[in-house]
């Protein structure tokens, strides 16, 4: 009698980051057990399985299970089982639910060779199990990912006793924590596993095999899910960037060509697969907004924008989808090369319905729209003042810009050091006028 044991504890580190607070809390998570104990099951008399013509038992633990039906042979040449067993595990950092996978059953090598390499995937079938249709299931954990991506794919190299080997006890292989696991998207999941083993250096030809259908309800958004919130998202900035084109009274070519490449580059950036629907979704959404901008009256396009606002759920977007439809919006604005004081009021309004604090708007504005680029210069817009500060406070304001922009004096870029010259000449202007007031 043979016993084998095989016990790996891999403990990775992982950090959350809030964007807003600039905090951070880290902690350790002992995320998976993998097990593959090939014990006294393994047997061999004369050359011949003992037990080779008797279909295994399944293990009360799997019989008992509702969502655990009994597995079937991968074909007709083997007789190797899987099955996959939801529950409670002890991964070293307290419990997790994890989703368990169980092996049982006759493992064939060819007679030359005893290392067999173990390969498990898992694909998500709820559409279908073509090829076209299955989407992938992505994994945080590096040893569970194929090579250059983060699909799920478990692989193992291990020594067999014999090239016919029987395991005639359930035998766990993997333990996989599920709120590891990222599904296409959110509801019911059909996952289709799949186990082969191959021996080393031919992967590509296994000599066992099993496949196992498995349905998980999943609580979280998947990742079409977020796909699918990052074009709402778009489609918001796409009709919020034709209402700050039509602003002052037309929508002109050069501002049609920067909204129609920021729609193109962010479709180019989707899988293959959604970019026909979503360049449909995206080109309709475009066309209606620039038809009820071009046809409403200027003074109404503020209101107007905020009837969009209230169309969209804009608490789920992403802060990065938010900064983009802001500076989305300010370079429609710096399209013609001069930025008019309706325009300008009206991207102020859209950051504020969209909740992007002032700072960073100060911040996009000068990269985007630099003060020679206004035709009518606000300057306490310009300059970050607020209506109820004192002297005092505004002093202390311009003395902050003023060492800010002295910095970019010597700055490579020619326009950087341009526009550092025009925002010293206005904070000394404001300073001067100041002080004459008082």
């Known amino acids: 009698m043979i016993r084998m044991l095989l016990l790996l504890f891999p403990s990775f580190a992982y950090a959350s980051s809030d964007s807003d607070t600039g905090t951070a809390c880290c902690g350790v998570v002992v995320f998976i057990l993998i097990v593959i104990a090939i014990k006294e099951s393994i047997v061999r008399n004369g050359g011949r399985l003992k037990n080779q013509g008797h279909q295994p038992e399944e293990p009360s633990t799997i019989a008992s299970s509702p969502q655990i039906v009994p597995p079937t042979p991968f074909d007709n040449r083997t007789r190797l089982h899987i099955a996959v067993l939801p529950g409670e595990k002890d991964m070293g950092a307290g419990n997790m639910s994890c989703l368990t996978v169980m092996l049982n059953g006759l493992i064939e090598l060819p007679p030359t060779t005893l290392t067999a390499v173990f390969s498990l995937s898992m694909w998500d079938i709820s559409l279908g199990e073509e090829e076209d249709k299955r989407k992938p299931v992505m994994c945080s954990i590096p040893e569970l990912q194929m090579t250059g991506t983060q699909v799920f794919f478990w692989t193992h190299v291990l020594q067999l006793p014999h090239h016919q ?219 970050g003042l607020q209506p109820g500060w004192t002297s005092k406070q505004k002093k202390k304001h311009l003395r902050e810009q003023y060492r800010e922009w002295s910095a970019r004096v010597t700055h490579s870029d020619v326009k950087v050091r341009d526009q550092a010259d025009e925002m010293l000449r206005i904070i000394a202007e404001e300073r001067a006028k100041i002080d004459a007031e008082q």
């Open 165 to 383: 080997s029987f395991m005639q006890n359930w035998t766990e292989i993997v333990s996989i924590p599920i709120d590891l696991l990222t599904f296409p998207a959110k509801g019911r999941r059909k996952l289709h596993f799949h186990i082969s083993i191959a021996p080393l250096g031919q992967a590509q030809s296994p000599t066992s095999g099993a496949t196992f259908i498995y349905e998980h309800m999943n609580t979280s958004l998947g990742y079409i899910d977020g796909i699918k919130i990052r074009i709402k998202a778009e489609e918001l900035g796409l009709k919020y960037a034709a209402a700050v084109s039509a602003v002052d009274g037309e929508i002109d070519s050069d501002e049609k060509i920067v909204i129609r490449n920021w729609m193109d580059t962010r479709i180019d950036s989707l899988p293959e697969d959604m970019r026909g629907e979503t360049t449909r979704s995206l080109s309709r959404a475009l066309m209606i907004a620039e038809r009820l901008s071009a046809s409403i009256k200027p003074d109404d396009i503020e209101l107007l924008c905020d009837d969009i606002a209230a169309e969209y759920p804009i608490g789920s977007f992403p802060k990065g989808e938010l900064f983009d439809i802001v500076e989305l919006c300010m370079k429609v604005a710096a399209a013609d090369g001069i930025a008019n004081p309706e325009e300008l009021k009206l991207v102020d309004r859209i950051a504020s319905l969209l909740g992007v604090d002032r700072e960073r708007v100060k911040k996009m504005s000068e990269k985007i729209l630099p003060v020679n680029m206004h035709s009518e210069k606000d300057i306490d817009s310009i300059l």
